[in-house]
Nanobody
Framework: QVQLVESGGGLVQAGGSLRLSCAASGRTFSTYTLHWFRQAPGKEREFVAAILWDGRGTYYADSVKGRFTISRDNAKNTMYLQMNSLKPEDTAVYYC???????????????WGQGTQVTVSS
């Protein structure tokens, strides 16, 4: 398994942008499908985006499609989430997740980071 550490969260006004990073340790990073999930207070953790091992396939939740872009740099063992046109409803803790396939729901398999807080003010 890989160990994952998120960074880049913070406070931003509605309409603003943030870029999250997920740094991984482990030589098998490039073989995993990588995901972003988020969890708002009082709500279940939900899928945000995923990217295949070679970066050629990406998947997005309808709520972020057209505003968020997921990418990865296997040479740097890092995944990114560029978030534009942020809305207050995007406020949540964002988690990165590595697994052996595309997971649209949180799973007990694979690896999870500790999360980074994103707060969007209106």
């Amino acid at each position: 398994q890989v160990q994952l550490v998120e960074s880049g969260g913070g406070l931003v006004q509605a309409g603003g942008s943030l870029r999250l990073s997920c740094a991984a340790s482990g030589r098998t990073f490039s073989t995993y499908t990588l995901h972003w999930f988020r969890q708002a207070p009082g709500k279940e953790r939900e899928f945000v985006a995923a990217i295949l091992w070679d970066g050629r396939g990406t998947y997005y939740a309808d709520s972020v499609k057209g505003r968020f872009t997921i990418s990865r740099d296997n040479a740097k063992n890092t995944m990114y989430l560029q978030m534009n046109s942020l809305k207050p409803e995007d406020t949540a803790v964002y988690y990165c997740h590595a697994d052996r396939g595309v997971m649209m729901r949180p799973t007990m398999t694979g690896s999870w980071g500790q999360g980074t807080q994103v707060t969007v003010s209106s």
